[in-house]
Structure formats: structure tokens, C-alpha cells
T-cell receptor, first 113, second 116 residues
Framework: GDSVTQMEGPVTLSEEAFLTINCTYT??????LFWYVQYPGEGLQLLLK?????DKGSNKGFEATYRKETTSFHLEKGSVQVSDSAVYFC????????????FGKGTRLHILP | GAGVSQTPSNKVTEKGKYVELRCDPI?????LYWYRQSLGQGPEFLIY????????DSGLPNDRFFAVRPEGSVSTLKIQRTERGDSAVYLC??????????????FGAGSRLTVL
């Protein structure tokens, strides 16, 4: 079945460092891909999305490009801030219309001032 | 409402007890999902409603778990004879009609269940 694999955390970086969180997926067809973020004490929020190959999703300085050839959707940010500390989840929505969103296990990010 | 509302936010119960968790989705959203998030894990799909009917309940772990959405709006997740392994955060999400790249899911803050 469809699945998402993302790098295990925690990831600890200094403020202004470059961030990459790897995500790869297994799916038939052309799924939609998402990054969700969970800040401490809050619910899951959509960070960005991409619906077809080569699309780039972006929001709040974060970017991810839908790479069908490598089945990847890595999350990047050029200069992280302390406020980016959160848990990040990569997810996919199958194109099979079974309407389930499948999540990765999450990557906890700590940014040190 | 403005967002997805879940109650209670925290529930502590004893092993063997019955528990109900409520979800009030965004007004007009016909798709409603329940997920379960255990510590250190990603959300795990439980059940999905379109309107009043359960379109997919393949994620419910066993027959102790049941969910209803009688009027196509509020949903209740019911857990009978709770076990310690049921301890988790139960997340509800909704979207307009079918979720897609455009109609993304909006999540509630979750109900944290602790079974002693």
C-alpha cells in the first residue's frame, strides 16, 4: 500500500542554519503531497502542498519540490528561526480516490538561539 | 464554526471503561476523518465519513472502536472496554467534499486519551 518515509529526528540546528528534512513516498499513480507542521500544544496545520510532478510548494520560507523520478518531497528552508521548532509530517493523498491521507512518522525539529 | 472543534481536550479513564470523543467539523464540510496519534508517531487513519455514512472504516483497530455521524455534521468516536494501549491523541479533521490537493484537511487540536 501507499506509504511515506521521512528522516527520523530529532533534528537540532542553530538559528539561521539551512534545513533539509527528507521525505520519500511509495504510491501508485500521482498522489498529492503535503507537509504538515505541529507546533507545541497545537493541532496539525498544513504547511505546504504540491499536486503534480515538478510542482514546488512554498510557505513561510519553507519549500518542497515534488520529484517523481526520485519519489521524494524534501522540505527545505534557507534560514531557520527558533519559532520553527515543531514536529513536521510528510503526507500523501492517493490518486486512487480512496481519500485517505497517509502520514509519515514525523520529524521533531529543535532550533537553538 | 471557524475551525474543527474536539472535546474533551483531555480524558483520563480507567481500563475497561467506555469513552466518547466528540468532533464538530467546519460548517459545510462533508468529509470527516478520525486519526489516532501515538507518542512519537504520525497520525494513523481510523475512519472516514462522507456525510452520514462511513466511507472507509478500515483503520479501526478492532470492534471496540466505533464512530457515528448521524446528521452529517458532528461525529462521535466511541471506545468500549478501554485498554492501556488505547492511550493516544485522537485527531479529527474535515474537508469540503473529497479531500484533494485543493480541498485539504483541516485538523482539530485533538483529544488526549489516557487509560490508566
Amino acid at each position: 500500500g501507499d506509504s511515506v518515509t521521512q528522516m527520523e529526528g530529532p533534528v537540532t540546528l542553530s538559528e539561521e542554519a539551512f534545513l533539509t528534512i527528507n521525505c520519500t513516498y511509495t504510491a501508485t499513480g500521482y498522489p498529492s503531497l503535503f507537509w504538515y507542521v505541529q507546533y507545541p500544544g497545537e493541532g496539525l496545520q498544513l504547511l505546504l502542498k504540491a499536486t503534480k510532478a515538478d510542482d514546488k510548494g512554498s510557505n513561510k520560507g519553507f519549500e518542497a519540490t515534488y520529484r517523481k523520478e526520485t519519489t521524494s518531497f524534501h522540505l527545505e528552508k534557507g534560514s531557520v528561526q527558533v519559532s520553527d521548532s515543531a514536529v513536521y509530517f510528510c503526507a500523501l493523498l492517493s490518486s486512487n480516490r480512496d481519500d485517505k491521507i497517509i502520514f509519515g512518522k514525523g520529524t521533531r525539529l529543535h532550533i537553538l538561539p | 464554526g471557524a475551525g474543527v472543534s474536539q472535546t474533551p481536550s483531555n480524558k483520563v479513564t480507567e481500563k475497561g471503561k467506555y469513552v466518547e470523543l466528540r468532533c464538530d467539523p467546519i460548517s459545510g464540510h462533508t468529509a470527516l476523518y478520525w486519526y489516532r496519534q501515538s507518542l512519537g508517531q504520525g497520525p494513523e487513519f481510523l475512519i472516514y465519513f462522507q456525510g452520514t455514512g462511513a466511507a472507509d472504516d478500515s483503520g479501526l483497530p478492532n470492534d471496540r472502536f466505533f464512530a457515528v455521524r448521524p446528521e452529517g455534521s458532528v461525529s462521535t468516536l466511541k471506545i468500549q472496554r478501554t485498554e492501556r494501549g488505547d492511550s493516544a491523541v485522537y485527531l479529527c479533521a474535515s474537508s469540503r467534499r473529497f479531500p484533494s490537493g485543493a480541498n485539504v484537511l483541516t485538523f482539530g487540536a485533538g483529544s488526549r486519551l489516557t487509560v490508566l
